[in-house]
């Protein structure tokens, strides 16, 4: 099983409206968990983190998690053209913190 | 500002070569990743190391080496490039106790 599994895509939604994109991991010692956005031709870039059950918020993004279920997603609300990239999820595993990706998924948001 | 710096944007190889790969940072961090991206395969990490000297094999070491002789330097060594190490390669760098990591520009190798 891959360590870390997201739906596959690409996904489509029009403006203005909610993208959800969803992760699963295998390691249920991990703590900590990223996304990362990256736009074509550039280095990724993180945009939310989450360290404990529920959800959190920042701005038109909320990142959801559920250890027990070992899951986690992520909420674009209001979406942008200018949102319109791969976001990758990214937990931290073992003592080192070692940082290990999802494979992304492609988000298109149609004008 | 959040400074990681890799000494190449673009690199063309021949097959058989030795190739370095070099990563800066400039935020004390104790972690660095070297990780290659390739279309529909994601982000695959080759290597990380957890502070000088130390390192721990990612999902793809095969065929690569790294070096950390300074906290600040991070180096992937293709010891002989093939064909199909032909990628893009990203340097990152990550306080332990944060996790998250700051990324570098990336360097497009080819390898012919």
């Known amino acids: 099983q891959k360590e870390v599994e997201q739906n596959s895509g690409p996904l489509s939604v029009p403006e203005g409206a909610i993208a959800s994109l969803n992760c699963t991991y295998s390691?249920?010692?991990?703590?900590?968990f990223f996304w990362y956005r990256q736009y074509s031709g550039k280095s990724p870039e993180l945009i939310m983190s989450i360290y404990s059950n529920g959800d959190k918020e920042d701005g038109r993004f909320t990142a959801q998690l559920n250890k027990a279920s070992q899951y986690v997603s992520l909420l674009i609300r209001d979406s942008q053209p200018s949102d319109s990239a791969t976001y990758l999820c990214a937990p931290i595993t073992g003592a080192n913190s070692k940082l290990t990706f999802g494979k992304g998924i492609t988000l298109s948001v149609r004008p | 500002d959040v400074k990681v710096t890799q000494s190449s944007r673009y690199l063309v190889k021949r097959t058989g070569e030795k190739v370095f790969l070099e990563c800066v940072q400039d935020m004390d961090h104790e972690n660095m990743f070297w990780y290659r991206q390739d279309p529909g395969l994601g982000l695959r990490l080759i290597y990380f190391s957890y502070d000088v000297k130390m390192k721990e094999k990612g999902d793809i070491p095969e065929g690569y080496s790294v070096s950390r002789e300074k906290k600040e330097r991070f180096s992937l060594i293709l010891e002989s490039a093939s064909t199909n190490q032909t990628s893009m390669y990203l340097c990152a760098s990550s306080l332990r106790d944060r996790g998250f990591a700051f990324f570098g520009q990336g360097t497009r190798l080819t390898v012919v």
């Open positions: 390691d249920r010692g991990s703590q900590s």
